[in-house]
């Protein structure tokens, strides 16, 4: 069975493969219809590929152990490839726009459009079933690189189908200048997309802390293991990737041992380690004197 480090390259391996197939079946149907906005989501295909390049080597380069130059190791490396798909879906809307600007003023009759939409459907499938694949795996791996790349495969998804509907509308109205529209639409909802996903990798390189879900299943687990203890405050955590970082305060009564201490630290790291996947934990040991009582876990 393969280790979770070895399913997150697989994945993000055959990402590169997926987006491979969808670019090809994407500019097949622009070359058959000649549709700008088919020619929009045909180039938003290639910033698929080059995210999903990306998301490899920030996989790979997470994956690499802790060194004397890195000693919390890489896994923050995953949220600068998420910022870096976000640029790019960025870049990608702003040169849709000016394609559709163009084909606005010089509007262009569709070639075999039941035939370019058939393919395009097709590349959308593919895309929806992966991404769907990409965000329930990466979630479930903690692996922000595997799920910026789902929700950006996600709006790809949502555009194709906007695409879709547009040039049916072509069709059944007869208004090529339709088709530019569609492709501006399209932009607009990749910048939003693109600005999301930026937002999220860069407030997690702030070091925002983890879920109010997780955050509570740590408080339970401290309070659960800590017999022995008077008490635990200033309670911390943040997310790097796939590693949760814990830290709190461990207040012990004053005549308490150093060793009896630290079997009460074993205990807990070792519960935490138990419940929280690949998490770090550093516990500070103090004096009952420095009990604080307010906003804090009491056992």
């Known amino acids: 069975m393969l280790r979770r480090y070895d399913r997150l390259l697989v994945t993000a391996s055959c990402s590169i493969i997926v987006a491979l197939m969808v670019m090809a079946l994407k500019y097949l149907a622009y070359r058959i219809t000649g549709s700008v906005a088919l020619y929009s989501d045909a180039l938003e295909s290639i910033v698929n590929l080059i995210t999903a390049a990306v998301a490899l080597w920030a996989v790979w380069l997470s994956g690499k152990p802790a060194d004397a130059q890195h ?62 694949f990409l965000i329930i795996n990466g979630r479930r791996w903690r692996s922000p690189a595997l799920v910026a790349d789902g929700r950006h495969l996600l709006s790809d998804v949502a555009t194709s189908i906007g695409v879709l509907i547009g040039l049916g509308l072509v069709q059944l109205t007869g ?38 879900r997780m955050e509570g299943k740590i408080r339970e687990v401290i309070s659960k293991d800590a017999t022995g203890a008077l008490e635990v405050h200033d309670l911390r955590t943040r997310g790097a990737g796939r590693i949760v970082f814990v830290e709190f305060h461990l207040v012990v009564p004053a005549m308490m041992t150093v060793a009896d201490a630290h079997i009460i630290c074993d205990r807990l790291e070792a519960a935490l380690h138990e419940n929280v996947r ?22």
């Open 71 to 132: 000693p919390f190791g890489h896994s923050k490396a995953e949220y600068f490839s998420a910022v870096l798909e976000g640029v790019l879906i960025v870049v990608a809307a702003l040169i849709i726009l000016h394609e559709a600007y163009g084909a606005y003023f010089n509007p262009r009759s569709l070639n075999a459009p039941i035939k370019g939409m058939a393919v395009n459907g097709l590349a959308t499938v593919l895309n929806s079933g992966w991404s769907a």
């Open 175 to 212: 208004y090529v200048v339709l088709d530019p529209l569609m492709a501006a639409a399209v932009a607009l909802h990749i910048l939003w997309s693109g600005w999301h996903v930026v937002h999220d990798s860069i407030d997690s390189l702030m070091d925002r802390s983890v879920d109010s």
């Open 278 to 299: 690949d998490c770090r934990v550093t516990i500070h040991v103090e004096p009952e004197g420095e009990a604080r009582h307010r906003g804090v876990i009491v056992v």
